[in-house]
């Protein structure tokens, strides 16, 4: 079956009707999922295995049967680690119906047939009794259904449920139990992607400083989790104020509540600072002795001999409502707040915290707007003091006192920047009054009763849009540009003047095992799933590339960067394709993973900002990314890998095509 699903085109800016085969959300799923990165995630493996076998033996000991539940089955791991550990049954229960269906080819592949029965049901809508799909309730119950937030992906409802309707009374849980801790910090890095911070503008006439309106400054912003891979980030990027606490755990051997409420702890401040921050992370003890315990914590507060990387698995920062002076020595609390899927949290000082009335239970609701248009990489982009001052810069250079500018992008500052700068006219597609007109049309709309019949002298734009993805998606800047052709002025400036797209090999530290195949896990056959997420990457006939944060993902380059296509801003869109062709060459040892692409654009003469690479830091190869942006990965479809230089092949071709028309940019390359 085919069906026709609308959409506005990230990059041309058109609604076009896409006929997507029935499979396409399926193949998406699979193709971008985390089941490849989990099997890889050989310390949970471990533990959950080790945690298993202990829970299965309890249960012989005390001469039962051992009948496992598995909630989330996924390949069917758990379920077969459960088996091979004796469990005389296991009902494994899975809700995606293309992994159920995987689990049961993976399940019968290892000769688990008789032990493994696979549910392809949500947990909660599974039967127990002769006629169900349970003959009896469990005595075992195993899951794996958290995410970095622990409970994000309803683990609480899930064993709510299990408890009152699947499992019998004083089961065995693997995991035992989960335990959230948390440690207040100050971090400007990290608060600057929830507030906006004073802009200087240094105009002709003096300094000038955009400040934030109040209720920007007091919104507590969206309850929405912000996950990070916190071993990134560097210790002097933030003050630590207080020790790590446990904030609160989870028995998952007992009934569990999943109606919201909240726990609290007193602090008291290591040092004195501004508390903004609450990193916080979980870790499971697969057993209730909590011998065996598997931990997210970061770097600096664990042994690095337990470092494991993965991405299912992350840490969270949470914003505080308002940032809070604490002194060295003073006692503060700590309260978090959850519902039954997220957490959020205040903090109070040690006298109001004394009595229950300062508790706020409802989520955090954004009453500025601001936190709904700009998302935390967003605010941090905004907030790159070094980054305003190239736009200012070059807005400097292009600028004159009877310009009439129009910017085209999505809730962007450069307006109220150019205005600052002196511009006596400002027309721009989004915010402010008075100098600045907020136009409320696409750009193929706008007419010139919208310009007060003026014509556009200086056109600018960063760009960015909240629509795009991956980088070149901003090209909607250039189509939005050919739009608005016949109300520009004939020697129009167009700000950035161009567009360049580059592209380098790099060989990941960890990435690369998101999409890297598993063969054996722990003992069991799971090369089915690699089949499996290897047809959905090929589902369309073309790869494509995917988004990714780098400043998370370390990797080094293999290759010099370089540049392969540009887009002039100052022409319209052509109506041919661009394309090209060429090969780069291999200058370090290493494993070929894929290549990086990024956009760079130049903004005026000699001033260009890279969304990208920002330097290569050492001869190593190390790179540094620009860490509000996700830049493209193409992981290429086998790996290279070279010991010496002499044996790397010299060079990776690529051919490279835009289409105009559909927007869209197909890559090839070849080791
Ligand atoms: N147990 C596997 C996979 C874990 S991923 C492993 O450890 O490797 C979690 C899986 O649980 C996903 O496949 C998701 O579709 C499924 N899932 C989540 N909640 C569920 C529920 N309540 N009932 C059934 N399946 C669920």
Same mark, same amino acid.
């Given at each position: 079956m085919k069906t026709f699903c609308g959409r506005a085109n990230p990059t041309t800016g058109a609604i076009e009707w896409l006929e997507e085969d029935e499979n396409y959300d399926y193949h998406q799923e699979i193709a971008r999922s985390r089941y490849a990165d989990m099997l890889h995630d050989k310390d949970r493996n471990v533990k959950y295995y080790q945690g298993i076998r202990a829970a299965v033996s309890r249960v012989k000991e005390r001469g039962e049967k051992a009948i496992v539940l598995d909630i989330g089955t996924g390949t069917g791991l758990l379920s077969m680690m459960a088996a091979s550990a004796g469990a005389d049954f296991c009902y494994a229960i899975e809700v995606f119906k293309p992994m159920a269906n995987a689990a049961v080819k993976i399940v019968e592949k290892n000769g688990f047939r008789d032990k493994i029965k696979v549910i392809n049901k949500h947990s909660t809508e599974v039967t127990v009794g002769p006629?169900?799909?349970?003959h009896c309730r469990a005595n075992i119950l195993v899951t794996e259904l958290f995410d970095t937030e622990l409970i994000g992906e309803g683990a609480l409802p899930t064993y709510e449920h299990a408890h009152k309707y699947l499992v019998e009374e004083g089961c065995e849980a693997v995991p035992h139990r989960a335990t959230v801790y948390v440690q207040l910090v100050e971090s400007k890095r990290m608060w600057s992607w929830n507030k906006l911070f004073p802009v200087h503008v240094k105009a002709e006439d003096g300094e000038k400083i955009i400040v934030s309106p109040s209720d920007m400054e007091n919104c507590p912003g969206v309850p929405s989790v912000c996950d990070i891979q916190l071993n990134q980030m560097p210790s002097s990027d933030f003050t630590i104020l207080s020790d790590v606490v446990t904030m609160f755990s989870v028995d998952f051997s007992k009934p569990v509540s999943s109606a919201s409420t909240y726990y609290r702890v007193q602090l008291e401040a290591v040092k004195s600072g501004k508390a903004q921050i609450v990193l916080s992370w979980w870790d499971i003890d697969m057993d209730p002795a909590g011998m065996i315990n598997c931990t997210m914590a970061p770097y600096w507060a664990k /042994?690095? /001999?337990d470092f494991q990387w993965r991405d299912h698995w992350m840490q969270c920062v949470y914003f505080l409502p308002n940032e809070e002076p604490v002194l060295q020595g003073e006692a503060v609390y700590l309260t978090a707040c959850r519902d039954a899927y997220s957490v959020w949290y205040t903090l109070q000082k040690a006298r109001e915290g004394e009595?229950?009335?300062?508790?706020?239970?409802?989520s955090p609701v954004c009453r500025c707007q601001a936190h709904l248009l700009w998302n935390r990489p967003r605010f941090g982009q905004l907030n790159d003091q070094n980054r305003t001052h190239q736009y200012i810069k070059s807005l400097m250079k292009v600028l004159q006192t009877d310009s009439v500018c129009l910017c085209i992008s999505d809730g962007s500052l450069l307006p109220v920047l150019a205005h600052y700068l002196g511009a006596k006219q400002f027309l721009k597609a989004n915010n402010l009054e008075d100098k600045i007109k907020i136009i409320e049309a696409r750009p193929e709309l706008l007419t010139s009763s919208h310009l007060e019949d003026k014509k556009i002298s200086v056109l600018i734009g960063e760009p960015f849009f909240t629509t795009s993805l991956l980088p070149w998606h901003n090209l909607y800047f250039w189509y939005a540009r050919t739009a608005v052709t016949s109300h520009l002025t004939s020697d129009v400036t167009v700000l950035p003047q161009s567009a360049s797209l580059h592209m380098m090999v790099v060989e990941f530290e960890d990435l690369w095992r998101i999409r /890297?195949?598993?063969?054996?896990?722990e003992g069991f056959d799971v090369q089915t799933m690699d089949d499996m997420i290897k047809n959905s990457l090929n589902f369309r006939e073309s790869k494509e590339a995917e988004p990714h944060p780098l400043w998370e993902y370390p990797c080094k380059s293999l290759s010099d960067p370089q540049e392969v296509l540009t887009f002039d801003?100052?022409?319209?869109?052509? @109506?041919h394709c661009v394309s090209t062709e060429g090969s780069v060459n291999l200058v370090r040892k290493g494993k070929s993973h894929g290549a990086v692409l990024w956009m760079e654009y130049n903004l005026a003469a000699d001033i260009s900002i890279s969304t990208?690479?920002? @330097?290569? /830091?050492?001869e190593k190869g190390n790179c540094e990314w620009n860490p509000h942006c996700k830049q493209a990965v193409y992981f290429f479809s086998s790996v290279i890998e070279s010991e010496t230089l002499s044996d790397l092949p010299s060079a990776v071709t690529y051919a490279i095509n835009f289409d105009t028309k559909t927007g869209e940019i197909a890559m090839d390359f070849k080791l």
């Open positions: 006629d169900g799909d349970m /042994s690095t /001999s009595s229950k009335a300062g508790v706020r239970v409802e /890297s195949p598993c063969g054996i896990c801003f100052r022409k319209t869109v052509p @109506q990208g690479l920002m @330097q290569i /830091s050492n």
